[in-house]
């Protein structure tokens, strides 16, 4: 079976024997998983919380609380890492052996950018969403204005017909 060209279907598949005469005879899918879940050996949670830096072990660079200005930060933390690699290559042709310092410092600026940048991920995906709802109601509203122009466009040539089959 398994080199078949064309395999039986999954023994599952009894289960929707009836299902087009009664939609209800099929199965109930399985309840949402809720907490945390196992999957290929790793443990996940269905919570969409962003760990903090201090929950990861690494030293947050930037203030702390709700009112973070995230351009202003990431711009700084972009000149700071900026100036570590010039310094890094200064170490590199200076002093090879001390480079692994500098490397740390390095690591620990790209770890403050990219948990800067998962916190503005729900406010872009929001921004995503209001962008998309427009463009279906834009979308919408340009096939009612459609639909009404072929209308009158379809009454007009009613009329038309009208007015010659009268007119003979």
């Known amino acids: 079976m398994a ?26 899918p399985p309840p949402p998983i809720q907490g945390t ?18 929950e990861q072990g690494v030293r947050q660079l930037y203030p702390k609380g709700p009112s973070v200005d995230f351009k202003k930060e990431l711009k700084s933390l972009n000149r700071e890492l900026q100036l570590h690699i010039l310094e890094l290559a200064d170490i ?17 600026i790209f770890k403050n950018m990219h948990h800067l940048l998962n916190s503005l991920r729900p406010h872009q995906a ?17 096939a009612v204005e459609d639909i009404k ?10 009329k038309e017909a009208l007015a ?4 003979q």
């Not at 879940?37 to 201090?54: H, I, R, V």
């Open 3 to 28: 080199t078949s060209a064309f395999p039986p279907p999954p023994p599952f598949y009894r289960l929707y024997k009836d299902y087009i005469q009664n939609s209800q005879s099929a199965p109930e």
């Open 37 to 54: 879940y196992n999957l290929f050996g790793a443990n996940y949670t269905t919570d969409d919380a962003l760990p903090s830096l201090e």
């Open 92 to 108: 590199l042709v200076e002093r090879p052996s001390q480079y692994a310092r500098k490397v740390e410092d390095i690591s620990l």
């Open 126 to 142: 929001r921004a995503t969403l209001i962008h998309m709802l427009e463009l279906q109601i834009q979308r919408r509203k340009q």
């Open 149 to 158: 122009r072929r209308r009158e466009e379809a009454q007009r040539i009613l």
């Open 164 to 167: 010659k089959l009268d007119g």
